[in-house]
């Protein structure tokens, strides 16, 4: 049986399929879902972190805007197995998004060797670029958003994280140009 877990999500976020894969790896993780239980419902009904809903959105925009398959690494884990896995989200058209959950690889963990909520962790912030939605990954580095997400582990890491809004240095430039034409200023707002 294929292990790829499916599932379509139509131009208004609805969950209009889900795979066999899918349903198995929601019940190996205790959750006892039922297909009727998901087809027609928002997307959104499953995600509770804000932050991950943002994220989520951003990634669909762009996905339904070009033709390229977006993918991106995420986690999910079970209290005794670290699960790396891949997510590829595939415009069909007409709004219709494909997602493909693929397991990379699998790690026993250790659940006395994980402190919980650290407080720095919990803490993260992400700067994302309020005009092209691109994210800081280093002071002098604004990466695409499906890339950053894979520089700076965003689904991979033990903690949630916060986005807050700045400019990148191209945007800056850009928009320095329209307001002061004969100016060439190469420094950044912040
Ligand atoms: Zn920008």
């Not at 993780?29 to 499953?46: C, H, K, M, T, Y």
């Not at 809903?53 to 884990?77: G, K, S, T």
């Not at 580095?141 to 890491?157: G, M, S």
Request: hydrophobic share 40%.
């Amino acid at each position: 049986m294929d292990t790829t877990s499916i599932y379509h999500v139509d131009a208004l976020d609805r969950i209009v399929e889900v795979n066999d894969a899918w349903l198995l790896f929601a019940r190996q993780n205790a959750w006892q879902v039922e297909r009727s239980d998901l087809i027609g419902q928002p997307l959104w009904r499953f995600l509770t972190d804000p932050t991950t809903i943002n994220i989520y959105q951003l990634v669909m925009e762009r996905a339904r805007q070009h033709d390229a398959p977006i993918q991106m690494p995420f986690r999910c884990d079970s209290p005794t197995l670290k699960r790396f896995m891949t997510l590829k989200i595939r415009h069909q058209g007409e709004g219709l998004l494909i997602f493909e959950g693929q397991l990379e690889r699998l790690e026993h963990r250790d659940p006395l060797s994980l402190p919980e909520g650290d407080p720095l962790l919990a803490s993260a912030f992400v700067t994302m670029c309020g005009w092209c939605k691109k994210i800081r990954t280093n002071p002098r580095q604004w990466q695409e958003l499906e890339e950053a997400i894979a520089t700076l582990n965003l689904f991979e890491a033990p903690h949630t994280f916060l986005i807050t809004h700045g400019m990148c240095e191209g945007c800056f430039a850009r928009i320095n140009r329209k307001l002061n034409p004969k100016k060439n200023s190469k420094d950044p707002l912040q």
